[in-house]
């Protein structure tokens, strides 16, 4: 190791000043020793061993003085650099805790002063403010060298409250003291609450405690307003005649039923008091009657997905066992929860509907009598066309084609008086139609040409040809057909075009609100007339509404009227487009039935054999007429007038082996046993017998229903040969044709 390496690790090493000096020492020591002997050498020649030995003892005694030394102060150096650390340790950590108090201590300072709460720091001992932020200064009108100056209690406008609350909160460190309401003062002298929240802790070995007071001046003004609108309500609902106001918990999903406010009129509504329907809402709910809650919870559902408010009419059953009419309106809301809420309203409206009704009533009077006259208007045209062709007949000399000409007209003027009968039947009893599969294609092609029948209108039909059958009464579906047309044309009285057209649809979609999806034959009506103004549409088919004059084809405010009822009766839809200036186009869909025939063959002519026909009715022209018609197609036939005399006849007539192999009974006798009610008695007599009810109330339950009061036909009055042809054919199929 050379002397430069030694020399650079000497300097380097932290003690080096201790180390060069033991160096220079023994160095010194060593120099005298040599330096002795050089003298000796010198001055005696020699070299003096003893002055050489005592010079080196002297300089081993100096060396062995110095060493301790140097040695300690080498090993109290290490002590003198550990304590130089720590001081320096400890310097830079109270230098460090000091920054960081000050920075907490403007940190609180910030937040004190930044808290929109007015805060105190307060002596518990002598109750004196210590501190207040800026807040508290603006919240109570003081400057903060004032505040410093004053006691707590001196803000108090209840001095002695405070004080004594104050005495009894117990001093527990760090917990948070709460006292809900305070009346304090401020500088100009105006009282207001307070809500204070305090925390008691030791400062600099005194115990404070710091106080924060929040104005509740608002929140006490919005918690009374509210109160007042919910005492204002509540004696509003409670005091709402025939109503009552309500609120539903319906969970987060919808499917809860939960009443969590309900007025005091439904005892009156409902015959439970507010208790037991909060306990358990089925007791509102299980009133409903069962044939609307598909409707409310349809109206209900839709709501939900718009979150918009429905209303519905609905029925509920008391317990007493009465029904009423109630309307229920809510609008649903989510909650801060997620659960979704009903506000709502029920009002009872049985009075009303009662109201409309009796209003209906009297409407349907009034327009029966205008209908009734607008009726014997026609059915005098019509008795003058009979009357005049059968005084023809009578009063002069005819030949066979001329009596057959006065006789279809006779037929045609009776035949259209059997359609104003039908009409007045359906509009007064809302006859309900007694159906059968037809073909639409038959009614149109026999329909149309004949109501546009000696005008200057022209007709084109497009139907399909493969159109399906419908499930219709002819003769009511005939009279929708000629309503529409006769529109028509006198919508054309200089002429034009009519076109009408059939085809098969199939709904997947509900196009319309009341029509399921389905099969169904559309057919539409096009005229090319002036059209309707748009304020009038809505009214289109509003009863006795019409923009022509009254009387025979001049409208009777009813035709458009009965043709939506006939077409609701059938389960289908109507509807109507005109533009003013452009026409008026009409839309019926009917549900079809494409699995049936297309095509409807009419009775086959089978003339039966000559069974026994007992015919009982009370009209003796009636019974007259049918007995000869029997007789012509080859039947042998006996007539009563009343139920207990057909039963008579029957019994004796299978005592005797003479049976009637069908009966024709007329379904209501004046004065006397009906149909109805001797068909029981002709059953116990004989259970096979084959039996026809008749009667013009088509719309009778026995006469849509037949098969389930015991009969084998319905005959509808006034009938034509070959309907009464078609019903013995099914009677007796396969009976012999002798005529």
Not at 594 to 610: H, N, W
Request: with cysteine; charged share 25%.
């Amino acid at each position: 190791m050379n002397l430069q390496v030694l020399t650079t690790k000497l300097f380097s090493h932290p003690r080096w000043p201790l180390y060069l000096v033991l160096i220079i020492s023994v160095a010194s020591q060593v120099f005298t020793a040599v330096m002795n002997t050089i003298n000796s050498l010198i001055w005696w020649k020699r070299i003096d061993l003893d002055l050489i030995l005592i010079g080196c003892i002297d300089s081993l005694a100096v060396t062995l003085l110095i060493a301790p030394a140097a040695i300690y102060l080498i090993r109290h150096s290490f002590n003198l650099e550990e304590m130089n650390r720590n001081l320096q340790k400890e310097i830079a950590e109270r230098t460090q805790a000091e920054t960081a108090l000050r920075e907490s201590e403007e940190n609180y300072r910030q937040l004190f002063e930044a808290e929109s709460d007015a805060i105190f720091l307060v002596d518990n001992q002598t109750d004196r403010i210590l501190q207040a932020n800026q807040a508290a200064c603006a919240l109570y009108g003081y400057s903060r060298e004032e505040l410093l100056g004053m006691k707590n209690a001196d803000l108090s406008a209840e001095p002695e409250q405070t004080q004594k609350v104050t005495r009894e909160t117990p001093i527990i460190p760090d917990q948070v003291v709460t006292i809900p309401l305070r009346w304090h003062r401020k500088k100009d002298g105006n009282r207001f609450p307070v809500e204070i929240s305090g925390r008691f802790f030791v400062l600099k070995d005194r115990p404070v405690h710091i106080a924060a007071m929040r104005d509740i001046s608002r929140r006490m003004a919005s918690e009374e307003a509210l109160r007042e609108n919910e005492t204002r309500l509540r004696i509003l609902s409670d005091s709402l005649p025939g109503g009552l106001v309500y609120q539903i918990d319906s969970g987060e999903e919808g499917g809860l039923r939960r009443f969590t406010y309900i007025s005091g009129g439904v005892e009156m509504l409902h015959g439970f008091s507010v208790e037991e329907v909060l306990e358990d809402a089925q007791k509102i709910y299980g009133q409903v009657i069962e044939e609307d809650i598909p409707l409310i919870a349809e109206r209900e559902a839709l709501a939900f997905a718009d979150m918009k408010t429905f209303s519905a009419e609905a029925r509920i059953r008391m317990p007493s066992g009465e029904v009423r009419w109630r309307l229920f309106t809510s609008a649903p809301r989510r909650l801060a929860n997620n659960h979704l809420v009903w506000d709502g309203i029920e009002i009872d409206i049985t009075e009303q509907k009662r109201m409309e009704e009796e209003r209906m009533v009297m409407s349907k009077l009034e327009s029966t009598g205008i209908l009734a006259g607008g009726i014997a208007h026609d059915f005098n045209n019509l008795l003058s066309v009979i009357i005049g062709n059968i005084d023809q007949l009578e009063a002069f000399d005819q030949n066979r084609e001329e009596m057959a000409n006065s006789l279809k007209e006779v037929k045609k003027a009776a035949l259209e008086a059997r359609g104003l009968t039908k009409q007045f039947i359906t509009f007064s009893q809302g006859g309900d139609p007694i159906k059968k599969p037809t073909s639409l294609t038959h009614l149109l092609q026999e329909q149309v040409p004949f109501t546009l029948r000696g005008s200057a209108i022209k007709w084109e039909m497009s139907l399909s040809p493969d159109l399906w059958v419908a499930e219709v009464d002819e003769i009511q579906m005939g009279q929708v057909i000629r309503n529409i047309v006769l529109n028509a044309r006198e919508a054309m009285p200089e002429g034009g075009r009519v076109s009408v057209s059939a085809q098969n649809v199939e709904l997947n979609e509900p196009t319309y609100p009341s029509l399921p999806p389905g099969p169904y034959i559309k057919m539409r009506f096009t005229d090319q007339g002036e059209g309707i103004p748009e304020d009038i549409l809505p009214k289109i088919f509003d009863p006795y509404f019409s923009t022509k004059q009254r009387g025979n084809q001049k409208g009777m405010g009813l035709g458009l009227t009965i043709c939506r009822s006939i077409i609701q009766k059938h389960g289908g839809t109507i509807s109507l487009d005109s533009q003013w200036g452009r026409g008026t186009t009409l839309d019926i869909y009917l549900p079809a039935l494409p699995e049936a025939a297309s095509i409807i063959t009419t009775a086959k002519e089978v003339l039966p054999g000559r069974p026994r026909i007992l015919v009982m009715d009370d009209e003796e022209m009636v019974r007259t007429m049918a007995g000869t018609i029997l007789d012509r197609l080859g039947y042998q036939v006996e007539l009563v007038e009343n139920g207990q005399k057909a039963i008579e006849v029957f019994q004796t007539a299978k005592e005797h082996g003479q049976p009637f192999g069908a009966v024709l009974l007329d379904l209501t006798v004046r004065g006397g046993l009906g149909g109805k009610e001797a068909i029981k008695e002709l059953l116990k007599i004989d259970p096979q017998v084959k039996s026809i009810v008749s009667s013009g109330y088509d719309e009778d339950p026995v006469m849509q229903q037949y098969e389930q009061y015991g009969f084998r036909a319905a005959l509808t009055k006034p009938y034509l040969i070959s309907d009464l042809k078609e019903v013995l054919a099914k009677l007796f199929p396969k009976a012999e044709s002798t005529n």
